[in-house]
């Protein structure tokens, strides 16, 4: 038999490699662990969800919170791991998968490998997929682990055994257990009975699996565990949760396909079920969302206005969620052609948060101000007031030092100052960006992208007007904050500098060159895993 540790350490040797689960647990105990990072993906759970610490959450409306938020906090714990993996600087990252293998999971090895060659080290990665055995395949244990997403707690395998008259023994030899939870691999679909089995205890239940049993609450719940990629911490919550958390769960689920009808059962079985008025607010903010970004604006003012009158809260939160639920109906006021109706609703989100000392509402004050700009440079009468208070917005984000509000302002403020010839101060707010983004420990793809357009449209501004110098330092600012592979992003940089046949442009050139080599080799160096993504 082949040594597995041997072809995982090889340098020449294969990318991905396929083993029995016994095989794969027994050489990753060999490797040394100072210079190995190990991440497990199991059906439905990406390979960075099971790193992430799961807590309980404090209350029902954090639960709410949580589950209805889903979606934004996909990135923020993706970014953690990805930093934990560049801090660490391993020299071989381990992907072992017990199911398919999803495209995310394909693009999170290439950023693992970006970061940490770009700290000066080379990352081998090699992906080991789980072999099944012909007489493991077809198993009622292995299609119930399967039906549950393809992980589940140890203890939950085992209450399915004796419900079921599995041999314990028997069952314990089909899966793979690491600590608390079994994983397996091999073929079995679901049936209504199995579904019915798994969808009480499963960390997180396939869609397919709660569509057979007929439990429409539990299939929103898990679908937005798996879209959070927080499966056990949010199927916990869906499991234990009152009425509230399975109405979230059902909006989280379904934003996309709500209707008014719909927004208005949800509510009314909100106030039927005794949910609590801050847990009505919240979900109606987020029925108003999804009918004011759907094919429903108008009837989403009455969501937003309901929301705004049930915040029973104080202080910054309820100022807070009195100025999101005005911005969101300045959206829908726009969607349906009323300018005037979205600067008066941006207006009135902004005297909900003036006066309040709260240092975490300068971020939502800079996105309403940027918003309001946006409004009033719509509208010929109100257009020479948007450079202002895009000012404003940039001015109250750079006192702040907030990033997220230099995020939200300043790229929209250079392209107006740039339209007005006012280069300098459109450098004076680029350099305020810059400055504060390399002063953040952990900064977000949305800050990294602000950076990269405001520093392109400071270089390009100066290769229209006959400065490749400054161009090419603007270039260099940007290629320097760029963790993500962007080839395409990097050639075009290059291919405009060279374009200028400047001689003084050759120091940053060679480093914006030195950035696409290594993004192409990157890519290159995982070409292996590419077709990964789109395999069953």
């Known amino acids: 038999m082949p040594d597995l540790v041997k072809e995982m350490l090889d340098p020449d040797g294969a990318r991905v490699l396929v083993a029995a689960p016994a ?146 023994s028997r069952v314990d030899e089909l899966v793979d257990r690491r600590g608390d939870l079994v994983t397996c691999v091999g073929r079995g679909g679901a049936t209504r009975e199995l579904a019915e089995l798994v969808v009480g205890g499963a960390v997180v239940p396939s869609l397919s699996a709660l569509l057979l ?99 029973p809260v104080q202080g910054g939160a309820g100022a807070s969620r009195v100025a999101a639920s005005h911005n969101g109906a300045a959206l829908a006021h726009l969607r349906t052609g009323n300018r005037a109706g979205a600067a008066a609703a941006e207006r009135a989100g902004l005297a909900a948060l003036a006066g309040n000392p709260d240092p975490a509402l300068v971020e939502q004050r800079c996105l309403l101000l940027t918003n309001l700009a946006d409004v009033q440079s719509r509208d010929p009468a109100t257009a020479a007031q948007a450079l202002g208070t895009r000012l404003e917005s940039a001015r109250a984000a750079a006192a702040a030092r907030s990033l ?55 270089a390009a501004r100066c290769l229209a007007h006959g400065a490749p110098v400054t161009a090419a330092s603007w270039y260099a600012e940007a290629s320097r904050r760029m963790r993500q592979a962007a080839p395409a992003a990097f050639a075009a940089m290059v291919r405009a500098l060279e374009a200028t046949g400047e001689p003084r442009v050759d120091r940053p050139l060679g480093e914006i060159r030195a950035d696409l080599a290594l993004s192409a080799q990157v890519r290159a160096g995982l070409d292996a895993l590419a077709a990964l993504g789109a395999r069953p």
């Open 404 to 458: 997220a509000g230099l995020t939200y302002a300043v790229p929209k403020l250079v392209d107006a100052l740039l339209a007005t010839g006012d280069q300098p101060r459109a450098e004076e707010f680029a350099e305020e960006l810059l400055r504060v983004h390399d002063a953040c420990p952990a900064p977000r793809r949305a800050d990294e992208l602000a950076v990269v357009k405001v520093c392109s449209a400071l």
């Open 213 to 311: 049993a007929g439990d429409a609450s539990a299939l929103s719940a898990v679908a937005c565990a798996v879209s959070a990629d927080r499966p056990l911490a949010l199927a916990r919550v869906a499991r234990t949760g009152g009425i509230g958390v399975r109405l979230a769960a059902f909006v989280a689920a379904h934003r996309a396909h709500l209707g008014p009808a719909a927004a208005d059962r949800v509510l009314a079985l909100a106030e039927r079920g005794g949910v609590d008025p801050s847990t009505r607010s919240l979900l109606a903010y987020h029925l108003g969302q999804a009918l004011a970004k759907g094919a429903a604006p108008a009837e989403s003012l009455r969501h937003f206005d309901y929301a705004s009158t049930h915040v």
């Open 23 to 168: 095989e794969i647990a027994s050489a990753l105990a060999r490797l040394d662990p100072a210079h190995t990072s190990h991440h497990l993906g199991a059906g439905e759970v990406p390979l960075w969800a099971l790193r992430s610490p799961h807590r309980a959450p404090a209350s029902e409306l954090v639960s709410v919170h949580n589950l209805l938020h889903a979606r934004e906090n996909r990135q923020a714990l993706r970014e953690s791991a990805l930093r934990e993996v560049a801090e660490a600087a391993p020299r071989l990252l381990v992907a072992e998968f017990s199911g398919r293998v999803r495209a995310a999971d394909v693009s999170f090895l290439r950023a693992c490998a970006q970061r940490v060659r770009a700290g000066g080290r080379l990352l081998r990665v090699v992906v080991l997929r789980h072999r099944a055995t012909p007489s493991t395949g077809d198993s009622e244990a292995i299609a119930a682990v399967r039906t549950a997403g393809g992980i589940v707690a140890t203890a939950d395998l085992h209450r399915w055994a004796v419900e079921r008259g599995w041999d314990r």
